[in-house]
């Protein structure tokens, strides 16, 4: 008698913080073709109309007590019952291709192997932002250093194997991508993640490319966590 294979389950995990604007937007390209995934919100106690908008969409929300982004992206692995573990800022927005490229990928059982990501990119057509995405590309092609906006495609085995995401305010994604890169690949889903372009466009790239750049190096010689990410949100 031939056993039918299982069909790999994906968990979807969104942290968020007042992002009644932008999560709308998230959930429409979630749902334009939806394959049979769970989809879970960590909240870090929005004031806004995040969760009434969450669950208005029939998702799952977790009320996460910190206001801390890398806790609630661990909460929220901790909780999810999928075989594949995807990680999303609420601020990013889909192609409708991506629910093709994804299934590709996990019904792949050498697909485990890896983590993944998506290219970024921003919507306006601003050379400055050709630029950053092609310098994002190349950070995570030849650096390995993909970024939280960029998602996050892990199988649960790996991810627990990496010890999957610390309680950080910030450097959670560079945290869990250093320990998953010392032992594995990570590689692109091949599809694009658009993220809000607002971050950018209110400050010099350069500048602030510069500023992110001596973050993680404070961060890596051990500086608090704490005022590092005040220094960020400043």
Do not use: C
């Amino acid at each position: 008698m031939v056993r039918s294979q299982k069909i790999p389950t994906l968990s979807i995990i969104i942290p968020t913080l007042n992002e009644a604007t932008h999560l709308p937007l998230l959930l429409a390209d979630l749902n334009a073709s939806p394959p049979d995934f769970e989809l879970t919100i960590v909240d870090g106690g929005s004031s806004d109309f995040t969760t009434s908008i969450s669950k208005i969409n029939g998702v799952s929300v977790i009320k996460s007590p910190k206001k801390n982004r890398g806790y609630q992206l661990k909460i929220g692995a901790s909780k999810a019952t999928g075989d594949w573990l995807l990680f999303l800022h609420a601020d990013s927005r889909l192609n409708p291709g991506w629910v093709k490229s994804l299934l590709s990928i996990i019904q792949n059982k050498k697909s485990e192997k890896f983590a993944w990501y998506f290219n970024f990119k921003i919507r306006k057509n601003n050379l400055e932002f050709r630029i950053l995405e092609i310098a994002v590309a190349l950070r995570s092609h030849l650096l390995q250093r993909p970024y939280g906006d960029q998602g996050l495609l892990i199988h649960k085995n790996l991810y627990n194997l990496a010890g999957g995401f610390s309680s950080l305010k910030i450097m959670e994604d560079i945290d869990l991508i250093t320990r998953i890169t010392k032992t594995t690949e990570v590689k692109s889903i091949r599809e694009n993640l658009y993220t809000d372009d607002a971050k950018w466009s209110n400050s010099n790239i350069i500048i602030r490319a510069i500023k992110n750049a001596k973050l993680r190096k404070k961060w890596r010689q051990g500086f608090d966590v704490d005022n590092l990410s005040k220094e960020y949100y400043s």
